[in-house]
């Protein structure tokens, strides 16, 4: 911003000023000199009446004294000449006396012109008074501009100056920020890079101890298996019995040789058509996979035997008031919970049947239930209230709320026993901190539509997702990052709701379809056709879905209540 000097601004408005009284003024300056020409010839007719009355005065006072010495000459004796003399100068005089009456009436008329003429100019006059006043009150208003501006101008210096100074101050700021910015930017560069290393080795830390735990696992089902083969052996020498049975069927599940390894369920073993009369919605086997829990529209729970053989239930628990959506076993394998439609959580003893406690405390239908891997008096559960709640079964109230931005559909636990993983409306995968509550990290937009199902593998770190897309989602939960997308024509999410499970070794991935059928994707080998798991009998959509952790079988629950038992073929 330029700013003038205050006394250059001072002589440009003088000089208009000034050039503004010249061009106001030029105009009247003949009639002026005008004037002062007729003010003098006034002066010089003035001065030339007063000679001619002068001069008529001493005629007037001659023409009397000829006039009486006329008289006195007809009075007394005068000569013929003398009278002819004095008529002479009698006739002289007279003319003389015109003549000067003749100039003076010249000069009344010329002083009457000029009277006039100076009326004229008076007006005129008193006009250019007038306008030179108001020209001196428009000088004195500029003046009074001038003056404001000039402390206006002495304003914006010092504003100038002081922008200045501050614009200075904020250089030598930013200088030094863009110092400070580029030392951090250095540091987060090297800390990021840090960080990348550590990661990298974590994750390559967590692979070996996966690969110890797999081995160590495998080992341990080869001599679970090599035991129950041996016991088997020695049912079957002491006689026939449906103990043999069970023990051959936990054998040929514990069985990790390489046919069994890759044998995946494929034939229909049992079936319960009505086991729930108006819906199956919760499947979940304990930790062993020796026993099966089921939850439905029926206000019921119903446990199984997962490896004997038979359509009956083992026991049926009593207590909830409105229909079931999920179920869960503890840690332990003593107790099972399940999400009522009616705001709360029921609690029943696995051994006796016997309803332990009731959970209330969530606003909304609860949607879904997890018990901790680690803790077995630690329970999750979320609902339609846009919550998601810890519970302590050996209190027998809840420990934290998590507040979500969108409903959440199912909960999962991830990561070990610190972490959880919830499924929401606004199709986004969220991460928690379980033990301060605290949202860690999200996958927004991964699915198109509401995320329906949730499942997360035994290693905490592999989650397997459905939304109303009709896409399947294998999501990393370390990288935060899809691993792979299964869809095919097959799958349809069947209503509001889906189903999805990952096999115990996360090589698997299954869904249930809204056709009644399952399929099963291989995550081992990306883009190969998913095998399909489907009933003869017409079959409505599945609604639940478990995959036991000791690789068979797999159970399916039907929007019509029923309940069926997956598993491999006999030769496998």
Known sequence: MSVSDPSHLEAQLASQIVTLWRSQTAPFQAIVDDYAAVLQRAQESHVRAAQLDREANEARAENDTLLRALEAAKRGAVTQEEFAALQAVLTRTETDLTAAYKDKAMLAESSLQVTQQLSVVRDINEQQTREIKEAEAAIRTLRDQVRA?????????????????????????????????????????????????????????????????????????????????????????????????????????????????????????????????????????????????????????????????GSAPTATLHGAFEGLNSVA???????????????????????????????????????????????????????????????????????????????????????????????????????????????????????????????VGPSGVMALTAGKDNVVRVVDLRALRVQCTLTSRHFSVGGAWSVVALSADEHHAAAGSADGSVLIWDLTKPGTAPSRLSARQAASPVTALAWSPIGAPIVTGSKAGGVAFWDRAEDD
């Open 149 to 309: 501006l000039r402390g206006e101008v002495e304003r914006l210096e010092e504003s100038v100056a002081m922008a200045g100074k501050e614009a200075e101050a904020q250089r030598n700021d930013a200088t030094v920020s863009a110092a400070r910015a580029a030392a951090l930017e250095a540091d987060n560069a090297a800390l990021a890079r840090r960080l990348v290393e550590l990661k990298e080795a974590e994750i390559e830390r967590m692979n070996d101890i996966n690969r110890q735990g797999e081995e160590m696992l495998t080992s341990a089902k080869r001599q679970a298996a090599e035991l129950l083969a041996s016991a088997s052996a020695q049912a079957r020498a002491a006689g026939p019995g449906a103990a043999v049975a069970s023990l051959e069927r936990a054998a040929r599940g514990l069985s990790l040789g390489e046919a069994a390894a890759d044998a995946l369920p494929a034939v229909l073993a049992r079936s319960v058509p009505e086991a729930h009369g108006a819906g199956c919605f919760g499947l979940a086997f304990n930790r062993a996979g020796t026993a099966l829990a089921s939850c439905g529209a029926d206000k019921t729970v119903k446990l199984w035997d997962a490896i004997a053989e």
């Open 329 to 455: 076993w503890t840690q332990d394998g003593r107790s099972v919970v399940g999400a009522e439609s009616r705001s709360a959580l029921r609690v029943w003893a696995a051994d006796t049947g016997r309803l332990a406690a009731s959970l209330t405390g969530h606003a909304g239908r609860v949607t879904g239930v997890a018990a901790s891997p680690a803790d077995a008096a630690l329970v999750a559960s979320c609902a339609a209230d846009r919550t998601i709640k810890l519970w302590g079964l050996d209190r027998g109230f809840c420990t934290r709320t998590l507040m979500c931005h969108s409903t959440c559909n199912a909960v999962a636990w991830a990561s070990g026993a610190a972490g959880l993983a919830s499924a929401h409306f606004d199709g986004a995968l969220r991460l928690w901190d379980a033990a301060s509550g605290r949202q860690v990290s999200e996958v927004a937009g991964l699915h198109g539509g509401q995320v329906c199902a949730l499942d």
